[in-house]
């Protein structure tokens, strides 16, 4: 009886163990299948660029993105700094140009008024680093944008003066009108040798013989030719700018009122005419009809010789 009883115990036990079993490999067999249909679907998911809406592929293509904008972005703002270097050295360059044409330069004050401004940061609802670097990129494009344009503007103020300038400088008296001698003492008072008597004497005079050329120191238009006492025949010049040459005590003038005439041109030959004492031409410079020194518009690097070659 003992051995029939054992018998029927180890065949339950058995048939338990292999009910149980069953049901691990089906528990297995569900697992594999449902990781093979998983894999299925994300091979899928991918292929169709996330057709399932899993969003794994675009949470690694937004940090991707995220990447290489910030790496772009900080690449723009070095460029940035350096156009702004390049500025600053445009700025002093500017301002070089600006003293040669006579004009002001731009200090401190006029280019924080012309480039500054109130940086107005804006929220771009990124990420912490790159709404900064935006908003880096922003003010400073901004402020790149103003000091270009001041610049420019700048620039454009050297061009125009510089033009203009050129035109005043060929209208300057800036050379001796006859090749000659003078006393560089001979202008203001003086002992006159015909009256005998200290009187004004609001010009040069500058000794050479009779028929000597007398050439424009500037370019101007002749307002006057005729006698004058004291000064025997003359010419006069107007220059515009306010500026006059008077040419007296000459023998001959070669050009007519109303002529137009620039510097070396020949004008007329010096003579004895007038009150002289002897052949020489007196020349005189004023400006707002006030008599100026004509040796300080006198540029000795500059002659006759090289005008006229």
């Known amino acids: 009886m003992r051995k ?16 149980r079993w069953t049901r691990t490999r089906l528990l297995l067999t569900g697992l594999s299948l449902g990781a093979i249909v998983l894999a299925i679907l994300l091979f899928i998911n991918q292929e169709y660029n996330d057709i399932l809406g899993i969003g794994i592929i675009q949470h690694n293509s937004l940090v991707n993105e ?3 904008l910030q790496s772009q972005l900080q690449f723009l ?35 924080k008024a012309g480039i500054g401004g109130v940086e107005e940061r804006i929220d771009f609802t990124a990420s912490s680093s790159v709404n900064s670097l935006i908003n880096l990129i922003r003010s400073t494009t901004e402020k790149t944008e103003r000091e270009l344009d001041l610049q420019t503007k700048s620039y454009a103020e050297i ?25 560089k003492y001979d ?46 025949l003359t010419i006069e010049i107007d220059h515009s700018y306010s500026i006059k040459t008077v040419y007296g005590h000459l023998s001959k003038s070669l050009v007519k009122e109303g002529q137009k005439v620039k510097r070396g041109d020949l004008i007329a030959r010096s003579g004895n005419s007038g009150l002289s004492n002897g052949p020489h031409l007196h020349y005189e410079v004023r400006v707002n009809g006030v008599a100026q020194n004509p040796i300080n518009y006198f540029f000795d690097d500059v002659k006759l010789s090289d005008l006229n070659n």
């Open 4 to 19: 029939i009883k054992l018998y029927r115990f180890s065949f339950e036990t058995l048939e338990f163990q292999e009910a």
């Open 77 to 111: 703002t070095r460029r940035l700094d350096g156009i702004q270097k390049q500025l600053a050295k445009l700025g002093e360059k500017s301002n070089e140009l600006r003293m040669r044409v006579d004009l002001p330069k731009l200090d401190d004050d006029i280019l």
């Open 159 to 183: 061009g125009v003066t510089y033009e203009q300038n050129k035109i005043r400088f060929s209208h300057l008296p800036a050379i001796k009108p006859m090749e000659g001698f003078y006393n």
């Open 187 to 232: 202008f203001g008072m003086r002992f006159h040798p015909i009256l005998q008597f200290n009187r004004p004497h609001e010009g040069i005079d500058i000794i050479n013989e009779v028929g000597t050329p007398i050439y424009a120191p500037g370019d101007g238009v002749i307002d006057f030719i005729g006698h004058q006492v004291g000064y025997g």
């Open 66 to 68: 995220n990447r290489i």
